[in-house]
């Protein structure tokens, strides 16, 4: 008969997630540029904005360790990249079009600051509403989640968007729209990520 050794025990992610991914969320400023929720500063173009709401399980409950990254164009619909080649529309060194945060460990909301982005042309040459980009991961998910939030007050443009057109159910789409708010002197778009359950938000296979 073999022996077989005990199994390793194992544990969840330790601190270090939030230390080396999101220091700030963890209160430590340890980089010299520390990535965080501000995308953002006084001297960028667009009306600023800010982008809150809470990623929720299948039972209802807010999760309290989510980490998310938020990437998008700036305020003339272009993004910080060299893959974008919209060169006709200009780049704006005030804005870095990209932002880590962690939801916060008690209410579970998270928080974006930023500037509404503009419409993006397409490589096919097709126009997509204002939109910003979501990646999600927390304990449970294995693989990170990508989704999508459009703009309550840009109705017209949601409508012709080749992406959210390809979600076949329309009541699906409504998933996907963060609603304007106007809070204590800010312009806030809610937007609560649901993981499982009837109001699942659509994630996307990128």
Known sequence: MKDYLPETASQTAGPYVHIGLAPHAAGFHIFEKNFNHVLTNSHAVGERIV???????????PVRDVLLEIWQANAAGRYN????????KALDPDFRGWGRTCSDFDSGVWRFETVKPGTVTGRDG?????????????????IGLNTRMYFSDEQAANEKDPVLNLIEWEVRRNTLI??????GGEVVYRF???LQGEKETVFFDV
Not at 126 to 142: E, K, S, T, Y
Request: aromatic share 2%.
């Open 51 to 61: 982008i809150e709401g809470r990623v929720i399980d299948g039972s209802g409950t």
């Open 81 to 88: 990249h060299p893959a974008d080649l919209q060169h006709e």
């Open 126 to 142: 097709r126009i997509m509403a204002p939109h910003v980009n979501l990646w999600i991961v927390a304990r449970g998910i294995n």
């Open 178 to 183: 963060g609603v304007r708010e106007q809070r």
């Open 192 to 194: 609560d990520i649901h």
